[in-house]
Structures are given as C-alpha cells and as structure tokens.
C-alpha cells in the first residue's frame, strides 16, 4: 500500500516553468536564459513539446530521497541480502528441513527480494537527478512502476504473510503439540507458501494497467473522486497490513501468555527428555516471538498512517502533502530493512542450531579450500621431495 507514499506527482507547469508561455513570445534566442536560474527557454516550442510528449516522463522528487535511496537504501539491500545469503544457505541443509525453517529460508528470500528487485531502478532514477525533477523515457518509466509498486509491494506481502504464517504454525506448536505434525508437513507449507505467492502477485497486478495515467507525468493519477484507486487502496489495506499486523499481534500475545503463564502440555516421557523437549519448544517460540515483534514495529505505525491516508482520500478537500508523505515513507522503508536484517541477528543470539550450522558450513567450506590446495600436484611434489631433491627431478 505505499503507493500513497510515492505518488508520483509534480506540480502544474506554472509551478516549474513560471511564465513559461510570456517568455516563448518574448524571446526568441534558443540560448535565452529563463528568468528562472533552472531553466531554459526554446524557441522551436513546438518540437521541443512534441519531442516531450511522445519520448520523456518526467518525476519529482526532493533532495532527501536521493541521499536516503542512492547511499542508505542500497547500503542496507546488499547488507540485507548478504546476511539471508547465509540465513539461506543454512536452512536449506537437510538437517534442518523442518516446516517451521522452511518459512523462515522463504522469509529470507522474500525480504532480499524486497529491495533487490528495486536497485536499478532506485539508482538510475535517484542518479540523474536535475533540479528537483528526474525525465525519464517510457521504458524507464514502466521498469520505475513495476519494480516499485507490483515487484517488491508482492515480495513484501509474501513476507508479511509468511510471518504470520510461522506465527499461527508456532501458535498451533504450542496449543496443540499432538495434532502440529500432521497438520504442518513440508508438503503443505509449500502448498501454503504457493498461494501465498500467488494471491499477492495477484493482488498487486492492479498497478501493471495502472502504470501512468498522464503523458509528461510518471505517475499514479488518482482520480476524483476516488473511486477505483481506492477501492484498491482499501483490499491492499486490509489484506496486506491491517488483519495480518492484528492477527499477528494477536498471536504474539497468545504465544507469550501460554509460553510464560503455562507449563507446555508434555508427552509421557522421561524427566530428562520432557526437559529438553520444553526447552527446544521454548527457543523455537522465543525466536518466532522476536521475529513477529521486530515486523510489527515499522507495520503497525505505517499501517494505520495509511489508514488515516485512505479515510482522508474520500474527503472533498483532501489535499496530500507529498513532501511529508515521502519523508515518512522512507522512515518506514529503512524501518523495513532493518527489520529483515534484525532477523539474521536473531537466529544467531537465540538459535544455538543455527550458529552450530553456520559455524561448520564455514569449516566445511575452509576443508575444502584445504583439500584443494593440498591436492595440487605441484604442492605434494615440494612437501613429499624437498626442495634438493625437486631441483634435481627438475634438472
């Protein structure tokens, strides 16, 4: 539902080419400097507007953005997706293919694509910036919207959805210790990821036929009244931030009060082994506990901003503050990369598993690099022979 943040729009022509039309009838040197230091006035007006209107998009945006996007943005991307690389390339071990680590290596994936997919755009919008407003031909335009606003908005759905998915399954571990093996298979959870996958590339489908709505403007027009635009702003409200943050908090809750309050039901087993079943169960909620709380603290907020954002469109002197609505969208967007990074952190504090895994992938991968080099015939002939007894096989 960020589309509300990044509207994409500028304002009248008066606004950035002030007495622009008294200037063209005036002056009719192509070199005429504009009365406004920023720009220029032409005197062939009507191949330089016809050349805009068939070629050139042009984006506002303000000085924060590039600064934010281009150094801070991309930073946290590859820092993110980085530290999932290895979130991944653990989970996907066999003796960690549960259920339950199977959406959390998806939630890794989902959260690096997130970002990843808005990089080129980000950078080749944010970098040829020109006095407040960035032309872009249609090509880019498009690649502008769809990566921003169906890409990455469908990839963090999946990973809102799937948090709230682990949060029910963790939910259900707990409540029904008996009944969670056979209703959370690996079969199934991939079933459930598919949908989800699915119902949020659908959902955002919207903006593939709503890419710009005027020549010169890339943008998302909204009419007026809004009618469409915010019937669409209304189902991505709900589906994708306002019943997964509550049903998610409400698990939360659940989990804490059952996890803290009451003993785990155990199994008919030894002391010894109900110890350590309650104390995995324990770790496993814990992580799952930390995991929903870090995703609720940027949803929550943006979640209801853009709830008073929607009531207010319905409004007939509603009047957006585009400037604001960027300054507050890029605090929930960091907010949302460090929260995909904070969940590296926390399978290394609270998951003991995940840091012995980790830790022998990395022997593994320095064995191998050891075994490679030790295996070089060159090598084996120096340690085995000597160095007298090389130069003389040589010679």
């Not at 220029?40 to 191949?47: H, P, R, T």
């Not at 890419?211 to 403007?217: G, Q, W």
Request: charged share 15%.
């Amino acid at each position: 539902m960020t589309h509300i943040n990044n509207s994409l729009e500028i304002p009248d022509t008066d606004t950035y080419w002030p007495h622009a039309s008294e200037q063209f009838l005036l002056n009719g040197s192509q070199d005429e400097r504009h009365p406004h230091p920023d720009h220029y006035v032409y005197s062939d007006v009507s191949d330089y507007f016809d050349d805009l209107i068939n070629n050139t998009f042009f984006y506002q945006d303000y000085g924060f953005e590039e600064i934010m996007y281009i150094s801070f943005w991309t930073l946290l991307v590859i820092i993110t997706a980085s530290a999932n690389v290895l979130i991944i390339a653990v989970f996907v071990r066999k003796r960690l293919r549960t259920p339950n680590n199977i959406i959390l290596l998806l939630i890794a994936i989902s959260d690096s694509l997130t970002g990843l997919v808005t990089l080129p755009t980000y950078l080749y919008v944010f970098t040829i910036f020109t006095h407040d407003i960035h032309s872009l031909n249609d090509r880019w335009c498009k690649a502008y919207f769809i990566s921003t606003f169906y890409i990455s908005k469908a990839f963090h759905a999946i990973s809102i959805w799937q948090t709230l998915l682990l949060g029910f399954q963790r939910f259900c571990c707990i409540w029904f210790p008996f009944k969670t093996k056979s209703w959370f298979t690996t079969r199934r959870t991939l079933i459930e990821i598919a949908v989800i996958t699915i119902c949020a590339f659908v959902i955002q489908s919207y903006h593939l036929t709503q890419l710009k709505e005027n020549k010169l403007l890339c943008k998302w027009n909204i009419e007026h009244p809004c009618v469409e635009s915010c019937i669409f702003m209304w189902i991505t409200l709900l589906l994708i931030h306002i019943l997964p943050s509550g049903f998610l908090l409400v698990l939360t809750i659940l989990i804490i009060h059952k996890l803290f309050n009451r003993p785990i039901r155990k199994e008919h087993i030894s002391a010894e082994q109900s110890r350590g079943r309650d104390q995995q169960n324990k770790r496993a909620s814990i992580i799952v506990v930390c995991i929903a709380i870090i995703v609720l603290i940027p949803e929550i907020p943006y979640g209801i901003f853009l709830l008073m954002t929607v009531i207010k469109r319905h409004s007939s002197n509603y009047m957006l503050d585009i400037e604001a609505t960027r300054r507050f969208h890029i605090i929930y967007a960091m907010a949302m990369l460090l929260s995909f990074h904070a969940n590296f952190w926390v399978y290394i504090i609270v998951n003991r598993r995940f840091r012995d895994e980790l830790k022998s992938m990395f022997l593994d991968i320095k064995r191998k690099l050891q075994s490679k080099c030790t295996t070089d015939p060159f090598n084996d002939v120096s340690m085995e022979m000597g160095p007298t007894n090389l130069i003389a096989l040589i010679m």
